[in-house]
C-alpha cells in the first residue's frame, strides 16, 4: 500500500443541538485530505431531543466513522485494480438508477391504481381458483357469553341465547354490559385456535365439541359460566369462505392491476419519448 499522510482534524466533541443554530453551515467538522465533514451533514442525522451529553457522543462516533470509511475508500482507489473499481462504479451507477426509477414508477402507481375490488370481480378470482383456498385451519361460526354461574336469571338467559331470535338478540345486546365477556357476531368464522385462546375453559379434551355443527356448549372456569352455541364449521382442507379469505383476494388483485400497470407506464413513457424525440434507436 502507498504511504499517504492522513491529517482527521476534529473538532470539540462537545457538540449539542444547539450548536448547529448558532454557527454557520458550512463549517467544517472534520477532514479527510480533502474531503470535508460539515455540520449540515451532522444535522441530517442527528436524533432530535438527545441530552448534551448523548449528542456529544452521537457526534463524536459519526465523525469518526465518516473518516473511518473515507480513509477506507481512500485506500480503496489506492489499492484495487481499475477493473475492479470500474465494476463496483457500475454497480452503484445502476443501484442510483434503480433507486430513481423504482421511486418514480411507486408514485404513479399510487396516483393511477385503482385499489378498489368489486365484489364481483372478487367471486370470480374466487371460483377460478377455489382450489388455492384450502384451510390449513378449523374455523367455526359461534357466539358465547361469560356470566356469573348464580345469576337469578341465568335460565331466562341461557333460553333467550339459544333460541336467539330478533327479540332475543336485541335483548341480549341491551343487558351485555352485565357479562364478563361475549361475542354475538355468530355469522363470522374464526379460527378454532383463536377461540381456545380467548376462552380459556377450553381445553383439549373439550376442543371436539368446538367442531360439532349447531352444537351447544356449557364450561365453567374460575370466571364464571361460558354459554356457546355453534352455529357452522369448517375443517382443516375444507374450502375456505369466500368472506374469510376476501382480503388475501383483494390483495392478490391489486397486485396483479399494480404489475400490469408498471408494464403499461414503462410502454407508454417509452412511446411517448419516440414520439417526442428524446428517444431513438441508431441503425
Same mark, same amino acid.
Given at each position: 500500500?502507498?504511504?499517504?499522510? $492522513?491529517?482527521? *482534524? @476534529?473538532? #470539540? ?8 443554530? /448558532? &454557527? +454557520? ?78 421511486? $418514480?414508477?411507486? *408514485? @404513479?402507481? #399510487? ?8 365484489? /364481483? &370481480? +372478487? ?161
Amino acid at each position: 500500500m502507498k504511504k499517504s499522510i $492522513y491529517s482527521i *482534524a @476534529l473538532l #470539540s466533541v462537545l457538540w449539542s443541538c444547539d450548536y448547529f443554530k /448558532a &454557527e +454557520a453551515e458550512e463549517d467544517a467538522l472534520a477532514r479527510v485530505d480533502d474531503s470535508f465533514l460539515y455540520a449540515k451533514d451532522l444535522k441530517l442525522v442527528l436524533p432530535e431531543n438527545l441530552t448534551k451529553s448523548d449528542s456529544a457522543i452521537f457526534t463524536n462516533n459519526f465523525i469518526n466513522k465518516w473518516a473511518t470509511q473515507q480513509l477506507l475508500v481512500q485506500g480503496a482507489q489506492v489499492n484495487l485494480s481499475d477493473a475492479t473499481i470500474g465494476k463496483f462504479d457500475r454497480l452503484i451507477q445502476q443501484y442510483k438508477s434503480d433507486l430513481y426509477s423504482k421511486a $418514480y414508477l411507486e *408514485a @404513479l402507481v #399510487s396516483k393511477n391504481l385503482d385499489t378498489i375490488v368489486s365484489s /364481483a &370481480e +372478487a367471486k370470480v378470482y374466487y371460483d377460478t381458483n377455489t382450489e388455492a383456498f384450502k384451510l390449513n385451519e378449523d374455523l367455526i361460526q359461534f357466539r358465547y357469553i361469560n356470566v356469573d354461574a348464580n345469576r337469578l336469571d341465568l335460565e331466562e338467559v341461557k333460553t333467550k341465547f339459544k333460541r336467539f331470535n330478533k327479540a332475543d338478540k336485541k335483548e341480549l345486546d341491551s343487558i351485555s354490559i352485565q357479562f364478563k365477556s361475549y361475542s354475538l357476531k355468530d355469522s363470522v368464522w374464526i379460527r378454532v385456535d383463536q377461540v381456545i385462546r380467548k376462552i380459556e375453559a377450553v381445553r383439549p379434551e373439550n376442543r371436539n365439541e368446538l367442531l360439532k355443527k349447531s352444537n351447544f356448549i356449557q364450561l365453567k372456569d374460575s370466571l364464571g359460566l361460558y354459554l356457546m352455541q355453534i352455529n357452522d364449521v369448517l375443517l382443516r382442507n375444507d374450502t375456505a369462505p369466500l368472506e374469510y379469505v376476501r382480503p388475501t383476494i383483494n390483495q392478490i388483485v391489486i397486485n396483479k392491476r399494480k404489475l400490469e400497470l408498471i408494464k403499461q407506464l414503462e410502454k407508454d413513457i417509452t412511446k411517448d419519448a419516440i414520439k417526442n424525440e428524446q428517444f431513438e434507436i441508431y441503425n
